[in-house]
Nanobody, 122 residues
Framework: QVQLVESGGGLVQAGGSLRLSCAAS????????MAWFRQVPGKEREFVSR????????YYADSVKGRFTISRDNAKNMVYLQMNSLNAEDTAVYYC???????????????WGKGTLVTVSS
């Protein structure tokens, strides 16, 4: 019922910024917790950030605290990830995900986008 499509990835220099967007379609968007994950070849999918549907509470992985900001616009069925002070270790495919429980576990997510590539040059 819910489909997610990421956009906004690309090539950016170290220290720069990017804003990722996730467009959701479906009737239950406002009831879902939304999250961003990232993955590089040969490594497990890594939690980045999440935002709840009930209180808009946010949570960030230690590696991105102070640099990334997650937000959602329920009226537009959109979720965003503002990424500042990017470094080479942020290079990955970034995935938008949704679930009924706000957690940092990939297995708890019910819906996934196909991902958008972020490449940070050093």
């Amino acid at each position: 019922q819910v489909q997610l499509v990421e956009s906004g990835g690309g090539l950016v220099q170290a220290g720069g910024s990017l804003r990722l967007s996730c467009a959701a379609s479906g009737l239950t968007f406002s009831t879902l917790a939304m999250a961003w994950f990232r993955q590089v070849p040969g490594k497990e999918r890594e939690f980045v950030s999440r935002v709840s549907w009930s209180t808009n509470s946010t949570y960030y992985a230690d590696s991105v605290k102070g640099r990334f900001t997650i937000s959602r616009d329920n009226a537009k069925n959109m979720v965003y990830l503002q990424m500042n002070s990017l470094n080479a270790e942020d290079t990955a495919v970034y995935y938008c995900a949704a679930g009924t429980i706000a957690t940092s576990r990939p297995s708890d997510m019910h819906y996934w986008g196909k991902g958008t590539l972020v490449t940070v040059s050093s």
